[in-house]
């Protein structure tokens, strides 16, 4: 029996990854063909950390292919509080095809996927954020074409989720990526060992510096994310004060201007104007990220409805 989980973004192949991305670009331009989830068949979405595009983006996805979205509040489950994340992943395997779940620890993911005999989809880790990643590729896709080759520069928490998952997922498609960052918020090794390898397999690289400028010199596009990651509320004064290590890795035109003239901006939201980005940058003609962010929906629904094919195929063979 097939069963394939998407935890991490090299849950997936180089070429698994390229169909998800043409499959997404499909069910853009065509919304309602992809009927995966007619019955309508549940998916349950759990939530232990706050959402909005998330939540918003996945019971579209979800409705659209057919289904229906079991929105669970993780203040109520208490997902291995009040039971363990073994005996959650069981009851709830049994009433939906698929889990997603936005949740801290990557270990709790990987043991939910563990036990749930269904395919679980990672809305959001401590260490990763997949989903986001591959609604920035299509994202990238669209306006500066075949991703092989590309350069994407990301500034900020080196540290965080969303530098993880450019890592692994840039480099599995074959792009170069550069991450710039204070010393003090590194990659995880093993994270950056994995991209360096994935990198070189696909034809791409992978960089991480403390000097900005060398990050986006040419990019094709630049990203970048909150210097407080959800779960990080206690550093917040530490991470957005005046002695923020970040501060020189804010974007702003001026740092834009060392990019490719034709460079896109992202960045995943929430965004906060006048620290990680300034208005200027994210609300100028560079900024993709209302598109980005729409993305989200069209590439859940790609790899929501792919992982349950599979997984179905796997059954029926
Ligand atoms: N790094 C951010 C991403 C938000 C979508 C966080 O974890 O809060």
């Not at 004064?237 to 834009?256: A, C, I, K, W, Y």
Request: with cysteine.
């Amino acid at each position: 029996m097939t069963l394939r989980h998407f935890l991490r973004d090299d849950d997936i192949t180089h070429e698994e990854q390229a169909q998800i991305l043409a499959r997404a670009a499909r069910i853009k331009a065509a919304p309602f063909t992809d009927r995966t989830l007619v019955g309508p068949e549940v998916v349950a979405v759990l939530f232990d950390k706050q959402t909005l595009r998330t939540q918003l983006s996945f019971s579209a996805a979800i409705a659209h292919l057919g289904g229906f979205p079991m929105i669970v509040d993780g203040k109520l489950a208490q997902v291995g509080v009040r039971e363990s994340i073994a005996d959650v992943a069981r009851v709830m395997g049994r009433e939906a095809v698929a889990i997603v779940w936005r949740t801290y620890g990557q270990d709790r993911i990987e043991e939910m996927a563990r036990y749930a005999q269904v395919p679980v989809i990672n809305a959001l880790t401590d260490d990763f954020h997949p989903c986001q990643v591959l609604a920035d590729l299509q994202t990238i896709q669209e306006h500066r074409g075949d991703l092989p080759g590309l350069t994407l520069g990301y500034l900020g928490d080196g540290a965080n989720n969303m530098a993880h998952s450019y890592l692994l997922g840039g480099a599995l498609a074959g792009m170069h990526v550069r991450v710039a960052t204070p010393s003090t918020h590194q990659p995880k090794p093993e994270i950056l060992e994995r991209a360096t390898e994935l990198a070189a397999q696909h034809g791409g690289s992978v960089l991480v510096t403390d000097d900005p400028i060398e990050a986006v010199r040419g990019a094709d596009a630049v990203a970048t994310d909150t210097w407080v990651s959800m779960g990080q509320e206690k550093e917040k004064d530490h991470r957005q004060g005046e002695e923020s290590p970040f501060l020189r890795f804010q974007v702003n035109t001026e740092l834009m201007a060392h990019a490719d003239a034709e460079a896109i901006f992202l960045h995943c939201l929430p965004a906060y104007r006048g620290f990680e980005v300034t208005a200027d940058v994210i609300d100028g003609p560079q900024s993709v990220v209302w598109g980005e962010s729409e993305n989200r929906l069209h590439a859940q629904k790609a790899i929501l409805s792919w992982l349950v094919e599979q997984h179905r195929n796997g059954e029926s063979a």
